[in-house]
């Protein structure tokens, strides 16, 4: 059972816009920043967003971030077939004194 | 460029220990914390702790307390993750993860670089 809530599902067709939600309390998104990591068959995680929206080089604008309350969202527009991957939120919990994930979403281009 | 280059694979039997190193280049290492998170087969992302840049001060997920131990060797950049006590439960893959702060002092819980990873199988 993970600490932050994700669906574990998701899906769009090419060029669409699509929104992953990621929920949690007080003690995590309430009160620190989120990112976001996408994960490709096989492969290592890789930073999407960080600070809630912040993009590092090299990551498309078509990727966005938000928070809101104890609920944050990573947006895509836009959307092609290599987008297809797990996306995984993640924060800082104070209550736990650590890093804390969602269960991650996996998202589909039909 | 900055590199995480991970030691490989281990098979390892229930109750033994396992270290696992993360060699860091292309940074100043002594300038980030240093995390490392697991992946059990088909399942999600798990913090396993953090060690900061000297290697004096390490934080642990309450699910690894007493088992996980963190070190770094900054003369040669390199992390190092024991676990000990291993059981089935701990096959995953392990992956060490760079703090993207940049800071002596602070760690921002991001990750802005990660290493290839490292499986380790129990299995007796």
């Known amino acids: 059972q993970s600490v932050l809530t994700q669906p574990p599902s998701a899906s769009g067709t090419p060029g669409q816009r699509v929104a992953l939600s990621c929920s949690g309390r007080?003690?995590?998104?309430?009160?620190?920043?989120v990112c976001w990591y996408q994960q490709l068959p096989g492969a290592a995680p890789k930073l999407l967003i960080y600070?809630?929206?912040q993009r590092p080089s090299g990551v498309p604008d078509r990727f966005s971030g938000s928070r809101s309350g104890t609920s944050a969202s990573l947006a895509i527009s836009g959307l092609r077939s290599d987008d297809e991957a797990y996306y995984y939120c993640?924060?800082?919990?104070?209550?736990?004194?650590?890093?804390?994930f969602g269960g991650g979403t996996k998202l589909t281009v039909l | 460029q900055v590199q995480l280059v991970q030691s490989g694979a281990e098979l390892k039997k229930p109750g033994a220990s396992v270290t696992v190193s993360c060699k860091a280049s292309?940074?100043?290492?002594?300038?980030?914390?240093m995390h490392w998170v697991r992946q059990a087969p088909g399942r999600g992302l798990e913090w396993v702790g953090v060690?900061?840049?000297?290697?004096?001060?390490?934080s642990y997920g309450q699910q690894f307390q007493g088992r996980v131990t963190l070190t770094r060797d900054t003369s040669t950049s390199t992390d190092y993750m024991e676990m000990s006590s291993l059981t089935s439960e701990d096959t995953a893959v392990y992956y060490c993860?760079?703090?993207?702060?940049?800071?002596?002092?602070?760690?921002?819980?991001?990750?802005?670089?990660w290493g290839q990873g490292s499986l380790v199988t129990v299995s007796s």
């Open positions: 993860a760079r703090d993207g702060r940049g800071s002596s002092d602070f760690a921002d819980y991001y990750f802005d670089y």
């Open positions: 292309g940074y100043t290492f002594t300038s980030h914390y």
């Open positions: 060690i900061n840049p000297s290697g004096g001060t390490r």
């Open positions: 007080n003690s995590n998104i309430g009160r620190n920043y």
């Open positions: 600070k809630n929206d």
């Open positions: 993640a924060t800082y919990d104070d209550s736990l004194y650590g890093a804390v």
